[in-house]
């Protein structure tokens, strides 16, 4: 691709055969490109996310072939709220390329090009986002740290933190440091709250809904909440106490499933480097959508993905132990040691290497998550007949006792 797109308008881009080729029928390689293009040159990222809202209004072109009045109105709704800091004339101008662009796509539909769009739902591109934002997060830090649409980055000092947003949408950090809130912020602008290894946070947003973040783990939120929808991006686990509003259903994203609600409380577990994916419900309903397949999920049942063998499943499980994570602590009830290792190395971002004794035992007891890493070792311990040493590589060796 040799075009220069950095000084591409929005409407440029939706005239432009390479853009809607790549918005209809994506490879690795656009991808990757318009991914670059969009997280280096903010301008052009917000002309690209102007084409790519109206690209999503029109999808349904190859049933719909011409626009009403209506739907015209609802796209310059959406155009001047995006485009609020152009002129008038320009929005004018860009409404006036809608007919056209419809007429594209559905020849490109008809031509048998529209194969598989990431935009679910919302028109959000999952992947594309959080690789933008990876690029802005190379060097992350080890606080926990909220990076904001702006590009400022403020780390946040201590292992279990608070983020509040309140009616104004300025954010209190710890309930101490206040952060302004954009004045001019688009409403496809997105903020992004890190939580390294050995540290868990929390967020409230202006509507109520409470998000808890663990250990490793990543959420990406929009600026302002849309006034039909409200969405989330996560990579890691998190859990959810949803403020209920019937006219704003709350979904949360990952790479594999959405998980739309309207006022629940419950856990979702997908980490990138994890095959096992799981979704835990502790009161309300869920509904999880996954390549097309829907499911609803009853309190106290956990939905589990695993994306090496492609398998689904639900079952009963004890939703308060799964999620007891939350506040500060992990239960175990008879549990094979090999388990806990694994979540403590999850956890801490730390390595473990036993012998094959360790698989026969079991432990039963709860580890203080607030602790530091070596009075949680000694924890286990005292709780299970091994002993822990930590090698010059940092690598910690489990021992059966005799």
């Not at 903010?42 to 084409?51: G, R, V, Y």
């Not at 999808?59 to 015209?72: A, E, Q, V």
């Not at 006034?227 to 859990?239: D, T, V, W």
């Not at 473990?352 to 998550?369: R, V």
Request: hydrophobic share 35%.
């Amino acid at each position: 691709m040799n075009t220069d797109y950095t000084k591409y308008t929005a409407d440029e881009f939706l005239r432009d055969d390479c853009f809607l080729r790549s918005e209809l029928y994506p490879t690795k390689e656009s991808h990757t490109f318009w991914s670059r293009l969009h997280a280096h040159s903010p301008s052009t990222a917000k002309e690209i996310d102007i084409a790519r809202l109206i690209l999503r209004d029109l999808r349904n072109c190859g049933k719909k072939r011409n626009l009403s009045p209506g739907d015209i109105e609802m796209l310059r709704e959406k155009i001047d709220r995006q485009n609020r800091t152009h002129d008038r004339r320009r929005s004018i101008r860009l409404l006036g390329r809608i007919a056209g662009v419809a007429a594209t796509i559905c020849l490109l539909l008809l031509a048998g090009w529209y194969v598989y769009l990431p935009y679910r739902q919302s028109g959000t591109d999952y992947q594309a986002l959080m690789e933008s934002f990876k690029q802005k997060t190379e060097n992350e830090s080890e606080q926990v740290q909220l990076v904001l649409s702006d590009n400022r980055k403020i780390d946040i000092d201590g292992k279990e933190t608070q983020v509040d947003y309140n009616e104004a949408g300025h954010v209190n950090i710890n309930s101490g440091q206040i952060i302004e809130a954009e004045t001019e912020s688009m409403e496809m602008a997105y903020n992004q709250l890190i939580v390294p290894q050995g540290k868990r946070s929390t967020i409230t947003f202006n509507d109520g809904t409470r998000v808890w973040i663990n250990s490793g783990s990543k959420i990406i939120y929009p600026v302002n909440f849309e006034k039909n929808r409200r969405e989330l991006f996560a990579e890691g686990e998190i859990y959810l106490d949803v403020a209920k509003d019937e006219k704003r259903p709350f979904v949360v994203k990952t790479g594999s499933m959405d998980v739309t609600v309207l006022g629940t409380a419950f856990n979702v577990k997908a980490y990138g480097n994890d095959p096992d994916m799981q979704v835990v419900l502790v009161c309300g309903k869920v509904e999880i959508e996954m390549k097309g397949c829907k499911n609803i999920l009853s309190p106290s049942q956990m939905f589990s993905y695993n994306n090496h063998t492609n398998k689904t499943s639900i079952s009963t499980v004890d939703a308060a132990d799964l999620v007891a994570w939350k506040d500060g602590y992990y239960p175990f009830k008879q549990q094979q040691l090999s388990v806990v290792l694994h979540k403590l190395s999850e956890y801490y971002g730390i390595t473990f290497e036993w012998d094959k004794a360790i698989d026969t035992l079991t432990c039963s007891g709860k580890l203080d998550l607030k602790e530091d890493l070596n009075e949680v070792l000694n924890t286990l311990e005292k709780t299970a007949p091994i002993t822990i040493r930590r090698t010059a590589g940092d690598i910690y060796i489990i021992d059966v006792k005799p």
